[in-house]
C-alpha cells in the first residue's frame, strides 16, 4: 500500500474523515492505522515491529531508575542486533565463506530465507535515537505506550523516513486532540503530496527504464554512456526517495503533524558538507549527533577528528545496504568530507577566502561537486565493485565534448533545470503562493486539472514502489 | 462532535474557487470525455474502443429487423458470421446481428447485451455462444471491458484486498480507470499510429471478423499457452458464472429461445486442455448445462470433425475465414433453419 496507489488514497479518505471529526480519538485512529498499514505490506512484521517496541518502551522506563541504567546498553544491543540479523547475517556469512572456504550460507540455508522486514533500518534507528536522548536527558520518556506507538509507527515516515525523534514527534502527539486542523493545512499538504507524486511518478518512474537499461549493460558501456547512467541514476534516486519524503510530509500536515524535512535541492550543493545538509536530513543529523559525536566528533583533535568523520560515512553506507560497494560509496563520502575540511585550512589566506565566497567560485563548486556525486552514485548502484570500478575507469577517460553531444544529455540537462526550478518553487513558495492567489481562478482550476490528468496519464503500470524501501 | 476545520474565513475564501474550478472541470471532463464511447472508438482496435464499433454496426442495422442476436467473444465474431448465416438459413442477413466482443467475458456479454437490448424488440431468438475462458473470474478486474461497464454493486463483488483501491477510484472516475486504453489513443494519436476511422458505407452485423493468421498461432506451444492463460486461478465461482446466468434469465423472460453453444476449436488446443485442465473443464461443462437446464436452452458441444488445423483455423482455438464457412453453415442448418 504505497503512497500514490489507489490501495493507499481509499485507506488514506477512510482514516482521514473521522480523524478530522473525532479529535480526542485521533491517537488510538493513527495506532490502528499505522498497524494496519504496516500489516497490509508482505515484508510488514507487524508482530516483530510491536515486539521490538514494547521492549524499547519498557527498557527506556527502567533504565530512568539508577539501579537499571545498564538497561540501555541492553536496548541499544536489542536493536543492533535485530537489524543486523534480518540485514547483514547473509552478508557476514557470504564473506565468511569467500574468505574461509567453508561451506557458509547456502542458498537452502536459514540465512539464505531470511527477509528483510519492511522498515527495519528506519524504525532501529528511531528507537536508537529515543534511548540515547532519554539517556543524554535531551528527552523525558513518555509515559503512554500508545504515544510512542504511534512516533515510531506513524505511517507516513514508517517505511522510508524521515527519520524522526521522540522529542520532535512526541510533544506534537500530546497535542494532538486539541489540534485544529486548517483548511490550508490540507492544501499545503495536498500541494506537498501532489509535487512528490510528480517527481515519482512523472519522473522517477520515467527514469528507471533508462537507468536499468544502462546499468544493465555493465562492463559494455562507454565512458560517456557510463555518465549517462550515472547521471540519471543520480536525479532517479533524488526523485524517487524525496518524492516519498515530499509525500510523507504532506500527509503529515494533513494530519497535523509536522515531519522533519528531508531533502533540499541537493544537487546544488558546492561542498560535501553542504551535501549531507541537504540530502537525506535526518538520517545524516542522526549519523551526526549518534555516532560521530558519540565517538567524540571534533573535539579530540584532527587526526581523530576525520577518523570519526570516515568512520561515520562507513556506517552510513553500511546502513543503506549489507554491500561493499555501499560500504565503499560511504567510504568516498567520508574521504570527500575529510579532504574539503583539510582544503578549510587554506581559508587563512585571505585571496583564498575571498576567492571562495564570490558568487564565480560557488557556481564552480556546484558544477564539480555534482559530479563528484554523481560519480559515487556508480558505487551505490552498481552491481559490483568491479563493475564501479570499471565505470569509474571509463569515465574517468570520457570525452567532454561526447558527454555534451550525447542523446541523453539534454534529458540530464533538463532534469538538472527541473532540480533547480524545484529549488526556487519551495525557497519562494509563500510569495509564489500569493501570487497564485491572484491568477484568474479558470486558469488556477486548469492547472490542477492538468496536473492530475498528467498524474492520471503517468500512473499506468499498477506498480508501486519506492527504491529506499529496499533499505 | 465538531470538525476541528479551522472556520476563521467564510466559506468561499476557504474552498477556494481554483478547487471549485478544478472540480467542475473534472467532472465535466469525467461525464462529456471518458465516459464517451468515441473516445476509445478513436482505437476500435483495443478492448473498449471495439465497444464503439460494435455500436457504430449497430446504428448502422435496423434494429426492429434483428430477429436473432449472437453473444460470445472472438470465437463467435469469427466463426459466426451474419451473412454466411443468412445465406444457409436463407434469411435476410439484416435479422442477424452478432454481438460478439473480443476478449468477451460471460459480464461482458452479459453487459453488452444489457446496453442493446431495449432496442431489440422483436429478438426471436439468441444464440450464446460460451467457452472456458469467459466464465474465469480470478482477476477480472484487470479486464478493462469489466471496467467499462463495471458498475459499484459489480465492482463490489469483485473487490479484495489487492484490488478495492482500483475498483473504487475508478468507479468515482473513469479517466482514471480506463487510463491503460486513452492514454494509449493519445499516444497513437501523436505517433499518427490511430486507425482510419471506420468506412461509412458499413456491412451491420457486428464488428468485423479478425482473418489474419496469428503469427505461431498453429504450434503446441500456442495452445498450451492460451490453456494456461484460460484455466491457471480457474475460478468458475463469482460474477462471471452469475452473469451468465442473468443472461439466459434475461433472454429466457422475453421468450427468446436460447441455444448455448461451445464452437469447435482445434484438436490440438483440445488436447492441450485435456492433459492438464480436465478437471476443470468437467467442472465447467457440468456449470454450463446446470444453468442452460434452468433457463430451458440447449447446450451443445460442436465437434471440430472436418475442420483441420492448417486449413480451417488462423490459430489453435478461432477458426479462419474458411472455418467460418463450415461453422456458421453448420450452425445455420441447426438452428436457423
Known amino acids: ?471 | 462532535m465538531n470538525s476541528s476545520i479551522s472556520n476563521s474565513r467564510p466559506l468561499r475564501r476557504r474552498i477556494s474557487l481554483g478547487f471549485l474550478g478544478f472540480l467542475v472541470l473534472f467532472a465535466a471532463l469525467e461525464v462529456f470525455v471518458f465516459r464517451d464511447l468515441d473516445l476509445y472508438g478513436a482505437e476500435y482496435r483495443s478492448s473498449v474502443g471495439q465497444l464503439a464499433e460494435l455500436d457504430y454496426s449497430f446504428r448502422h442495422s435496423q434494429p426492429e429487423g434483428i430477429q436473432t442476436a449472437i453473444f460470445g467473444d472472438s470465437q463467435s465474431k469469427d466463426a459466426l458470421r451474419p451473412d454466411l448465416l443468412a445465406a444457409t438459413a436463407r434469411l435476410d442477413p439484416s435479422s442477424i446481428f452478432n454481438f460478439s466482443v473480443s476478449g468477451g467475458k460471460a459480464f461482458d456479454i452479459y453487459r453488452t447485451y444489457m446496453t442493446y437490448a431495449d432496442r431489440l424488440p422483436n429478438l426471436k431468438e439468441a444464440i450464446v455462444v460460451v467457452n472456458e475462458h469467459q466464465f474465469n473470474s480470478y482477476h477480472m478486474e484487470n479486464d478493462p471491458v469489466f471496467r467499462y461497464y463495471a458498475g459499484l454493486r459489480d465492482r463490489i463483488q469483485a473487490l479484495n484486498k489487492d484490488n478495492y483501491g482500483e475498483l473504487l477510484v475508478g468507479w468515482v472516475s473513469k479517466g482514471f480507470d480506463l487510463r491503460s486504453i486513452w492514454t494509449k489513443v493519445v499516444q497513437s494519436y501523436f505517433k499518427g499510429t490511430l486507425p482510419k476511422p471506420l468506412p461509412s458505407v458499413w456491412k451491420p452485423g457486428g464488428i468485423r471478423a479478425e482473418t489474419m493468421l496469428e503469427p505461431n498461432g498453429l504450434t503446441l506451444e500456442y495452445a498450451e499457452n492460451t490453456a494456461s492463460r484460460w484455466f491457471d486461478h480457474y475460478d468458475l465461482r463469482g460474477l462471471q458464472t452469475d452473469s451468465f446466468e442473468a443472461l439466459l434469465r434475461k433472454l429466457h423472460d422475453r421468450g427468446v429461445r436460447i441455444v448455448v453453444l461451445q464452437i469447435p476449436r482445434s484438436s490440438l488446443f483440445e488436447q492441450a486442455v485435456r492433459q492438464k485442465y480436465a478437471a476443470q473443464q468437467q467442472a465447467y461443462f457440468d456449470q454450463i448445462a446446470a444453468i442452460a437446464r434452468r433457463y430451458g436452452a440447449e447446450f451443445r458441444v460442436m465437434s471440430n470433425e472436418g475442420l483441420t488445423l492448417k486449413e480451417h483455423f488462423r490459430d489453435t482455438n478461432h477458426v479462419n475465414p474458411r472455418g467460418a464457412q463450415i461453422v456458421s453453415r453448420e450452425v445455420a442448418l441447426d438452428w436457423l433453419t
Request: charged content about 15%; hydrophobic content about 55%; aromatic content about 18%.
Open chain 1, 1 to 471: 500500500m504505497f503512497f500514490y496507489s489507489p490501495n493507499f488514497l481509499v485507506f488514506f479518505l477512510i482514516l482521514l474523515i473521522p480523524y478530522l471529526l473525532l479529535r480526542k480519538q485521533r491517537l488510538w485512529l493513527l495506532a490502528a492505522a499505522n498497524a494496519l498499514f504496516y500489516a497490509a505490506h508482505p515484508e510488514g512484521y507487524l508482530v516483530l515491529f510491536v515486539f521490538v517496541a514494547v521492549l524499547t518502551f519498557v527498557i527506556v522506563h527502567l533504565m530512568t531508575l539508577p539501579r537499571w541504567r545498564w538497561l540501555f546498553w541492553v536496548g541499544i544491543v536489542l536493536n543492533v542486533l535485530n537489524l543486523a540479523f534480518f540485514k547483514y547475517t547473509l552478508f557476514v556469512l557470504d564473506n565468511l565463506r569467500q574468505w574461509t572456504g567453508l561451506p557458509l550460507a547456502a542458498a537452502d540455508s536459514l540465512a539464505a530465507s531470511i527477509v528483510l522486514p519492511l522498515g527495519i533500518s528506519f524504525y532501529t534507528f528511531e528507537f536508537i535515537s529515543y534511548l540515547i536522548d532519554v539517556r543524554r536527558g535531551h528527552s523525558r520518556p513518555t509515559r503512554s505506550f500508545l504515544k510512542f506507538w504511534v512516533f515510531v509507527s506513524m505511517f507516513p515516515h514508517l517505511i522510508a523516513g524521515p527519520i524522526m525523534r521522540g522529542e520532535e514527534l512526541i510533544p506534537q502527539l500530546d497535542k494532538l486532540s486539541d489540534k485544529r486542523i486548517a483548511w490550508n493545512d490540507i492544501r499545503y499538504g495536498v500541494y506537498l503530496f501532489a509535487i512528490g507524486m510528480l517527481k515519482k511518478v512523472v519522473i522517477a518512474d520515467q527514469l528507471s527504464p533508462v537507468v536499468k537499461e544502462l546499468f544493465d549493460r555493465g562492463s559494455s558501456l562507454t565512458g560517456t554512456e557510463s555518465w549517462m547512467a550515472a547521471y540519471t541514476f543520480g536525479f532517479y534516486i533524488y526523485n524517487d526517495f524525496s518524492a516519498y519524503s515530499d509525500m510523507a510530509i504532506g500527509l503529515g500536515i494533513m494530519m497535523g503533524v509536522r515531519f522533519a524535512d528531508n531533502f533540499l535541492s541537493p544537487y546544488l550543493s558546492g561542498s560535501p558538507g553542504e551535501f549531507w545538509r541537504r540530502w537525506h536530513m535526518t538520517l545524516s543529523r542522526w549519523i551526526r549527533d549518534y555516532i560521530y559525536i558519540s565517538l567524540g566528533g571534533n573535539r579530540r583533535g584532527q587526526l581523530r577528528l576525520y577518523l570519526n568523520l570516515l568512520i561515520a560515512m562507513l556506517v552510513s553506507g553500511l546502513w543503506h545496504g549489507a554491500m561493499w560497494t555501499f560500504v565503499v560509496w560511504g567510504g568516498i563520502h567520508g574521504l570527500l568530507q575529510v579532504a574539503h575540511r583539510l582544503t578549510l585550512g587554506l581559508n587563512r589566506y585571505r585571496w583564498i577566502a575571498a576567492i571562495r565566497s564570490s558568487a564565480v567560485y560557488r557556481v564552480i563548486a556546484i558544477v564539480v561537486f555534482f559530479h563528484i556525486v554523481t560519480w559515487t552514485w556508480v558505487f551505490f548502484h552498481a552491481s559490483s565493485l568491479d563493475m564501479a570500478l570499471d565505470m569509474t575507469w571509463k569515465m574517468l577517460h570520457a570525452h567532454a565534448g561526447n558527454i555534451l553531444r550525447h542523446p541523453t544529455f539534454p534529458l540530464v540537462a533538463l532534469l538538472y533545470a527541473i532540480h533547480v526550478a524545484e529549488f526556487l518553487l519551495r525557497k519562494y513558495e509563500r510569495s509564489i503562493g500569493r501570487i497564485w492567489q491572484h491568477v484568474p481562478f479558470p486558469l488556477r482550476s486548469s492547472v490542477y486539472l492538468a496536473v492530475t490528468l498528467a498524474l492520471i496519464y503517468f500512473l499506468q503500470g499498477g506498480k508501486y514502489e519506492f527504491i529506499y524501501f529496499q533499505f
